[in-house]
């Protein structure tokens, strides 16, 4: 079966509007379905899958971890592949003595910006500073605090009055102003 056309499983999809088809498998850049259906994945998912699928170091360095631990709270432990990988990821970082602060999904990479963004100014003494400046019609995330500094109205209009006010400008760069709703 290659399309999960009937929903009649227990997945709540992101979408319930259309029917997807069952994975099957990645190589490279194919994403291959339960019939055998290939599918170049031009964009890379989301734009985030650089490397293409089942790359093979990638595979045995999940298995290792998963085999040494598979979870670790971040405020109790550390691992030698974090700081390995730290490691090589300051070597190619265009920043003096960087630290990277690990996290699971875009929306929260967004939502800990937001958060870093003001603990600096509170640690300078600029309490006052909170707003975040959006740009309308861009996207950021689905969670709360990504939402609020994302210009998107349909996916902003249902959570309008639980969001956190930031002021947008347009996406538009000779606009200046435009009420975000
Ligand atoms: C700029 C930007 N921020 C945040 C996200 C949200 O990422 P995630 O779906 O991993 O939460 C995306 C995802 O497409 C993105 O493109």
Known sequence: MSEYKEFHGHVFYRRMSHARPMLSH????????????RYIDASGGPVLVNIGYGVSEVIQAMTDQATAAAYLHATMFTTQALEEYSAALAEVTP??????????????????????????????????????????????????????VSGRPSLRQLYQPMMVQTPPISSHPTAIAAPLT
């Open 95 to 148: 920043l003096e003595n960087p630290r990277f602060f690990y996290l699971g999904s875009g929306s929260e990479a967004v939502e800990t910006a937001i958060k870093f963004a003001r603990q600096v100014q509170v640690d300078r003494g600029e309490t006052q500073r909170y707003l975040v400046i959006s740009r309308w019609h861009s996207y950021h995330g689905t969670t709360l605090g990504a939402l609020a």
């Open 26 to 37: 990645g190589e490279g850049i194919y994403l291959v379905d339960a019939e055998g259906k």
